[in-house]
């Protein structure tokens, strides 16, 4: 690559040993060196420098292909620029870097995020995991041909979550059903804590590192479905099972084993990790944050999820558990030579343990560890393995146990989500181990980075086909670009024969090869290779040159990691174990084994792995996503420049960007090329060139060569871009010197002016000092002189103001006394004539009073005459009525009869109950005064029983006085009143008794009246009854009547004469199928002929026809009258007209149903939409107004058939408006709908309204939904703006682009033009203003969703110039909201304020100066943090160079940010029914229904002459 054309001034990429690169700016040239002034304001002298871009955007780019200068210190700053602003994801042409947020980012994965990429094109929206998904699948469903997703990257990058986020979009697009409601991928998903369970490890690059490599296969049907998954798994790391690092980790499942439940660990013998060899070779044995317990039921969960039985669970962890007994058993010298033995009684005692978990015989397992068998053709012999052997035999039995459990459980899921053998194509997800170079490197390793290698050689192919197709593309010569390749490291390793692996399966089959030999071999082998070296220090190791580097491997564990015999021994014993899952484990082994003779070899079966694996790639179109974990301590927030370049390194990316230097790296659109270098050629620019040759101009005249000019790109060489930068930054500086002079010379002119101004101001100064003195002067002259002549006037003044005070004192006090005496003569005057105005009046009053009486009097006495007369005349009349007058009589008769029984029943009870509490009240009243009697008795008896003692007492004081004879008789007087008052006592208490029997025999009697009251209201009830179902007859034989009348008057002129004569009516009315005789309160039933039925069943066939000619109508579009839909008001007259509101069942309202449906069924014509949706409107308006729902009670049904009826007999006299026949109501729907009667709807009628509720509101939907269709196209065109010609971009010219200007508002134009049209179309069918309203503000809100998560997905939509051309547009709505009326467009512009705050944002100047609080509670009130910071991390200023918000206000954002990633910054589109029954019914004005017209097709009939009549 040719060195970069470098000048001082130049800013430059230079190596630094904290940061990796670091940017300066050139000083001083000197010959190869340059010096650069570091940012951190140190000097640097260097010959290894790199082009920086200054032009590049704030936030990066999102692929760096767009970068101008494609090398490592810019793709590391662009990596990390995105990095601090949270996006994640980058493009290297197609090719994914995806760097660890170490956070949670569930805004990026939601569903909604999920809609914005599906079906868009790789590259149109923000680099996403989901766009790579969404490439791979239209790529298949297109091309009908495989494709592969490869992700990559070393432990702790995210591979695993970014698998599971393709899984997951790929199911989003093409996922079915699986088995138990199960969905495949949700099978595969689930399989992932299983996996994980028995193949990661704690590393010490992560707490969860995989260790062996797993490619996904995705199978898909013919229709683009999921129909089956197979998981194919690479390279177990065996020997982590036996021996581990600190402060690494065994695999998970051993740790989790053993903190399972207390019965568990009691049931697999089991304790503390610490006291299992395996387990405690490190001293790590949590994980931070990670519950070991709670994982463990996790892990049986999920497989159980995955099929795996409880029987087959237990197996698994029986095996387990043996493994780490076997791990306990150790081995001591025997008494024989190179002989072991069972060390103690521990390693006795784990051995009996690990034969009870594995079913088998202990002396069996003991004789497998520590004998082997020799068969030689003369004999068996036996042989006992020394120490170390038995160790190594241990060890050995222990990693083959795991392995091929550890192949069982995959497949074992794969039989669970089963796969799919007719799938047409498939999507491979390869998640693999990355490049890994430790400070000690083994075989694990080696195999490693031999599959990264040939994962690179596929890379760099892909790489270069992508070079290749973007020249093919762009037509230009690429034939002698070099291809880089790495093949010579791939023949080193695998070659057959003489590869390193060849070499170490050759020395395996040698027993007494050692890693020495096997060293040696290599160094005499590939002394000469240039990827092979030796290192100084070490005689076993060796050096690999890899694309990513060297790696040190130390040959010290080759030999027995790459050995895969199985010892004979260990298959006999596991074979006949009691446990049929450990013999089929080893049944399976013993079927390898005898299928395959030759050796086999760890290293060998991983190259045929790896080769099917390879043919699988070969055989899709790859994707490539790289991974890059930014720091080691798994944090967020921290970018480490050297792990990251180490990192784009081993991921192959720094060798994409060497392969893309080897050619063109800088490509340029002509546009953007004109744009940067058109000032080093202003005259092309002023000419009138096609942009092509305008480029090739100015490339030539700087005299660049060995360009490329393809069809819509520049493609220059390496150090071209820096060459060109160079001359633009010598033409800046000169013009910036020029700039810089003319500067100075303003300066110097301005400064000269302010001296010689001050010069002037001086002078002028001093002059002025100078007249000022003279002036002074002057004026103390001129002062005294106005004193002295002030002084004078005061004195003269003085005096004549005293004398003239005198005189006005004099004058005032005549004045008012001649003022006073007319005061009061005035007033006297006037109370005389109040006095005379009060008498007049009251004389005038008492005339006008006597006049008015008289005059009264008078007319109420002609009044009277003329009433007598009109009397006489109207009773005259009156007897002249004749058959109206008897039918009249009738019903009165009838009427009064029913009255008058009902008042006499009433009188009864009211006389019976007065007379009762009249009774009632005497008896009370009489006990009320024989109680007041006896009570006075009482106490007049106790008054003369005191006088009576009183006087025994003074009787018995007297000393033996005879005794008188007159007290003697007075005590006799007294005892006979005593008894007279006890005789009227008693007698009283008897009628007492007797008032109380009388009562209750009046009870009694009252009980008998109250019964024979109730027995004749039942009475009543059914005449009221009877009476009810005559008015229903009368009403079905007048309808019929009004039939045949019309018939007949259609047929003869001459008949419509006598058809209006009264007669008719009263002839129709005694036609009644029924006649009714009333006899004591009871209703006799008296049937006519069954010939008077038949009327009847015609009535009914007629109904039919009148059906099929209303439905017939109304599948027409017979338009609108006055604005208002005839079909709605058709239906809703002819509903009311024959009543069928009130019916219990009915079919009219079904077949109305389905006209409607068959009219809007897949109908494509939005006018016939429009129209529908109007009389939905309508009708369903109507029926809100005129129905209510429920059932009346019966007594209140039975009121109103009594009152019905009455109004039946006075309609002689009165209208028949009121009457409610069908004959007499043609008028009944004259009136607006407040006249209207509210008809009590059965459940067919409210069923029809729920019917029709449901298509209005589907075809609202329907409507609404094509808008957005209609409109998505044009939103997709109207986000970015074109870019101007290229006049626009010379300076004084731009006033000559009006037509241009006209065409960047086209689109605008156009969604204005779809809006009017729309708008158009309603208005003519008359659809309400208020659907009109909740339309267009639906279809706003869906240009403000669309609009606002196109500009936050696209970062060349976040630019000043964007934001203007936007604001434009949004100009344009707010004109046509504004033309609309608010009665149509309603809300609709405030739904677009999303988009407007957004717009705002970015158009306004001096963001930086705004706050954090200024722009969330003034600028964008509306807008989340979330989607604040999306916007400013995106912003670039196109047009005038500005910066985004400042950045404090961009911390702040970002920390609120990673305190709540669950929210989206995407909005939702809001597909709901913003519209009630109620609100219609509220909007809407009333519809005079009578006044319609009916079409020409019904008005001809005389089934609807109602139709016809008018209202007055």
Known sequence: MAAPVIIVGSHVWVEDPHLAWIDGQVTRIDGHNIHVKTKNGKTVVTSVYFPKDTEVSPGGVDDMTKLSYLHEPGVLQNLETRYELNHIYTYTGNILIAVNPFQRLPHLYATDMMEQYKGIGLGELSPHVFAIGDAAYRAMINEGKSNSILVSGESGAGKTETTKMLMRYLAFLGGRSGVEGRTVEQQVLESNPVLEAFGNAKTLRNNNSSRFGKFVEIQFDKHGRISGAAIRTYLLERSRVCQISDPERNYHCFYLLCAAPLEDIKKYKLGNPQSFHYLNQSSCYELDGVDDASEYLETRRAMDVVG????????????????????????????????????????????????????????????????????????????????????????TLAKTIYSHLFDWIVNKINTSIGQDPRSKSIIGVLDIYGFESFKCNSFEQFCINFTNEKLQQHFNQHVFKMEQEEYTKEEIDWSYIEFIDNQDVLDLIEKKPGGIISLLDEACMFPKSTHETFSQKLFQTFKSHERFSKPKLSQTDFTISHYAGEVTYQSNHFIDKNKDYIVAEHQALFTASNCSFVAGLFHALHEDSSRSSKFSSIGSRFKQQLHSLMETLNGTEPHYIRCIKPNNILKPGIFENFNVIHQLRCGGVLEAIRISCAGYPTRLAFYDFLERFGLLAPEVLDGNYDDEVACQMILDKKGLRDYQVGKTKIFLRAGQMAELDARRAEVLGNAARVIQRQFRTCIARKKFRSIRNAAIVLQSFLRGEITRTVHKKLIIEAAALRFQKNFRRYIARKSFVTNRSAAIVLQTGFKGMIARNEFRLRRQTKAAIVIQAHWRGRRAYAYYTRLKKAAVVTQCAWRCRLARRELRMLKLAARETGALKDAKDKLEKRVEELTWRLQLEKRLRTDLEEAKLQEVAKLQEALRTMRSQLKEASVMVLKEQEAAQIAIEEASSVNKKPVVVEDTEKIKSLSNEIEKLKGMLSSETHKADEA???????????????????????????????????????????????????????????????????????????????????????????????????????????????????????????????????????????????????????????????????????????????????????????????????????????????????????????????????????????????????????????????????????????????????????????????????????????????????????????????????????????????????????????????????????????????????????????????????????????????????????????????????????????????????????????????????????????????????????????????????????????????EIDPPPLIRQNTSFMFLLERSD
């Open 308 to 395: 795996i039985s409880n029987e087959e669970q237990e197996a698994i962890f029986r095996v387990v558990a043996a493994i780490l007994h076997l791990g306990n058993i150790d081995f001591g010298l025997g008494e024989e030579i190179d002989s072991s033995v069972i060390k103690d009684e521990k390693s006795r005692f784990h051995l009996n343990l690990a034969a009870e978990l594995l079913m088998c015989n202990a002396q069996s397992l003991e004789d497998a560890l520590i004998r082997r068998v020799m068969v030689t053709p003369e004999e068996i012999i036996t042989r006992t393995l020394d120490p170390d052997n038995a160790i190594a035999s241990r060890d």
């Open 996 to 1490: 109380k029997q009388a009562h209750r025999s009046a009870l009694v009697q009252n009980e008998e009246l109250s019964k024979r009251l109730d027995e004749a209201g039942r009475k009543i009830n059914q005449l009221q009854d009877s009476v009810q179902r005559f008015q229903e007859k009368v009403s079905n034989l007048e309808s019929e009547n009004k039939v045949l009348r019309q018939q007949s008057l259609a047929v003869s002129p001459a008949s419509r004469a006598l058809a209006l004569r009264p007669k008719t009516t009263i002839i129709q009315m005694q036609r009644t199928p029924e006649r009714y005789t009333f006899s004591n309160g009871e209703t006799k039933q008296v049937q006519e002929p069954e010939t008077e039925d038949r009327p009847q069943k015609s009535l009914n066939q007629k109904q039919l026809e009148n059906q099929e000619l209303l439905l017939k109508s109304i599948s027409e579009d017979i338009g609108f009258s006055e604005g208002k839909p005839v079909a709605a008001c058709l239906i809703y007259k002819c509903l009311i007209h024959w009543r069928s509101f009130e019916v219990e069942r009915t079919n009219i309202f079904n077949r109305i149903i389905e006209t409607i449906a068959s009219a809007i069924e897949m109908q494509e014509n939005d006018d016939v939409l429009c129209y529908w949706l109007s009389n939905s409107a309508t009708l369903l308006m109507l029926l809100e107004r005129t129905l209510k729902a429920g059932s009346i009670p019966p007594s209140r049904h039975r009121a109103m058939s009594t009152s019905l009826f009455g109004r039946v007999s006075q309609s002689f006299i009165g209208s028949p408006q009121s009457v409610g026949f069908p004959f007499m109501n043609g008028r009944a729907l004259g009136g607006g709908l407040d006249e209207l009667r509210q008809v009590e709807a059965k459940y067919p009628a409210l069923l029809f309204k729920q019917q029709l509720t449901a298509y209005l509101e589907k075809i609202y939907g329907v409507i609404r939904d094509r808008m957005k269709r209609e409109m998505a196209p044009l939103l997709a065109v109207c986000i970015q703006a074109p870019r101007q010609p290229r006049s626009g971009l010379i300076k004084g010219r731009s006033h000559n682009n009006i037509d241009a200007q006209k065409a960047l508002i086209a689109h605008w134009h156009s969604i204005v033009t779809c809006l009017n049209g729309h708008l158009r179309t309603m208005r003519a069918n008359y659809v309400p203003s208020l659907l009109i309203a909740k339309v267009f503000g639906q279809i706003f809100s869906f240009i403000n969703v669309q609009l606002f998560n196109s500009l936050v997905l696209r970062r060349e939509c976040c630019s000043f110039s964007n934001g203007e051309y936007v604001k434009t547009g949004l100009a344009e709505l707010e004109k046509w909201c504004h033309d609309a009326t608010e009665e149509f467009a309603g809300s609709a512009w405030d739904e677009l304020k999303h988009i407007r705050q957004a717009v705002g944002f970015l158009v306004i100047h001096q963001k930086p100066k705004k706050s954090l609080d200024e722009i969330t509670t003034e600028l964008c009130p509306v807008l989340t943090v979330q989607q604040l910071y999306r916007i400013s991390t995106m912003y670039s200023d196109d047009k005038y160079g500005t910066h985004s918000v400042s950045s404090e206000v961009m911390a702040s954002m970002r920390q609120t940010v990673s305190e709540d990633t669950n929210k989206s910054f995407l909005l939702d589109d809001d597909s709901s029914i913003p519209f009630s029954l109620e609100d219609i019914s509220k909007s809407m004005p009333n519809v005079e229904v009578a």
